[in-house]
T-cell receptor, first 114, second 112 residues
Framework: EDKVVQSPLSLVVHEGDTVTLNCSYE??????LLWYKQEKKAPTFLFML????IEKKSGRLSSILDKKELFSILNITATQTGDSAVYLC??????????????FGQGTILTVHP | NAGVTQTPKFRILKIGQSMTLQCTQD?????MYWYRQDPGMGLKLIYY???????DKGEVPNGYNVSRSTTEDFPLRLELAAPSQTSVYFC???????????FGSGTRLTVV
């Protein structure tokens, strides 16, 4: 059974802080890892990581995948109150009947205080 | 540009009642999915479909049924609702497997 574990489960910081969210996984025939941001409704896509060691970056958010150690990190620099959300990590297997099915971690609740 | 539309947004059911959660997408996506999200948890896959007429079980299919008669629609049927089915349900579609995943806005279901 595929397994995705995120840490910490919750995090409280102040505006301007830098945070690192962790996601470790065990999955048969790994294809990709995805990060989502969820603010009270549907998850919104942040990154998809397929290759090890290549950083994906979007503004103050960045993420990297380590396929040897089976984990990914999501960094947010200079946090803002608008970054408060649940951050979800998900993995997908390669090919076959599993293609497209996402296995999610339990999420990290990030709260950014002014 | 509607994307993925779910109805209803909220529903309260009594134990033993049945209902259908509707999901429609207008992006001509072949892949469609139903997930549930319990409080403080990630999403768990209930059922999915890779095209009209093809459906398969996910992680937590018990107590649910689906059908996919058209590319656009993927309804989720709850038979004999139980309190354990209290959750937020998300429908999603994708262009090609994990690529271009789009989630609906969710249905919050309470079974009392």
């Amino acid at each position: 059974e595929d397994k995705v574990v995120q840490s910490p489960l919750s995090l409280v910081v102040h505006e301007g802080d830098t945070v690192t969210l962790n996601c470790s996984y065990e999955v048969t025939n790994f294809r990709s890892l995805l990060w989502y941001k969820q603010e009270k409704k549907a998850p919104t896509f942040l990154f998809m990581l397929t290759s090890s060691g290549i950083e994906k970056k979007s503004g103050r958010l960045s993420s990297i995948l380590d396929k040897k150690e089976l984990f990914s990190i999501l960094n947010i620099t200079a946090t803002q109150t608008g970054d408060s959300a649940v951050y979800l990590c998900a993995v997908v297997r390669a090919g076959g009947t599993s293609y497209g099915k996402l296995t999610f971690g339990q999420g990290t609740i990030l709260t950014v205080h002014p | 540009n509607a994307g993925v539309t779910q109805t209803p947004k909220f529903r309260i059911l009594k134990i033993g009642q049945s209902m259908t959660l509707q999901c429609t997408q207008d992006m001509n996506h072949n892949y469609m999915y139903w997930y549930r999200q319990d409080p403080g948890m990630g999403l768990k896959l209930i059922y999915y479909s890779v095209g009209a007429g093809i459906t398969d079980k996910g992680e937590v299919p018990n107590g649910y049924n689906v059908s996919r008669s058209t590319t656009e629609d993927f309804p989720l049927r709850l038979e004999l609702a139980a309190p354990s089915q209290t959750s937020v349900y998300f429908c999603a579609s994708s262009r090609d497997g994990p690529y271009g995943y789009t989630f609906g806005s969710g249905t919050r279901l309470t079974v009392v």
